[in-house]
């Protein structure tokens, strides 16, 4: 399919069938996760594959959807600020890196017919206990990972016009 079929295909799935992700399906997404560009290619982020059915269990301590946890798989994409590129004002690229490198993740896998859901709302600090993520390294997005057992909706998005402005900001 070429790249607007995809990004109109793409949904974000909550059901998930139980059958296993295949190996080589996984590591494709986990690949176009790892091409995807990050600020002066500083590659400061770390992506967490939980498959392991307790510690999948001990998550719904940090998000509470019971739609969750019927998806085989848990992504858990991880920044680490102190490695990432900082703008000459300040700003710190490491959650731009990482939204970057999950969009990658995400359409890839809907590519090969997997689903998934980015997950803003759920408790890091739940996150870094359970993983027993290291100072420094902070859950930005979570993901479920798995064959849909839902179909997608229509998308509502604003028009071209209310989003996009021309040689300035109210061109």
């Known amino acids: 399919m070429d790249f607007k079929q995809l990004a109109e295909s793409r949904y974000s799935t909550r059901a998930y069938e139980t059958r296993e992700v295949e190996q080589a399906k996984l590591d494709q997404v986990l690949e176009a996760a790892r091409l995807a560009p990050t600020a002066a290619n500083r590659q400061a982020f770390r992506i967490i594959v939980v498959t392991d059915p307790e510690l999948r269990a001990h998550m719904k301590d940090a998000y509470h959807r019971e739609w969750f946890y019927t998806a085989p798989v848990i992504i858990v994409a991880c920044s680490i600020p102190g490695r990432s590129w900082v703008r000459a004002d300040g700003k710190n690229y ?78």
Not at 138 to 154: F, I, K, N, W
Not at 157 to 162: A, F, L, N, Q, V
Request: aromatic letters at 8%; proline letters at 5%; hydrophobic letters at 40%.
């Open 94 to 171: 490491s959650d731009v890196d990482v939204a970057i490198v999950v969009d990658h993740l995400i359409l890839q896998a809907t590519d090969l017919g997997l689903g998934t859901c980015w997950i803003a709302d759920f408790d890091a600090h739940a996150v870094k206990e359970i993983l027993d993520l290291p100072e420094g390294v902070e859950p930005v997005a979570l993901t479920p990972l798995g064959y849909p057992a839902d179909r997608g909706r229509s998308k509502k998005r604003k028009t071209m016009y209310d989003l996009v402005s021309w040689n300035g900001y109210g061109g």
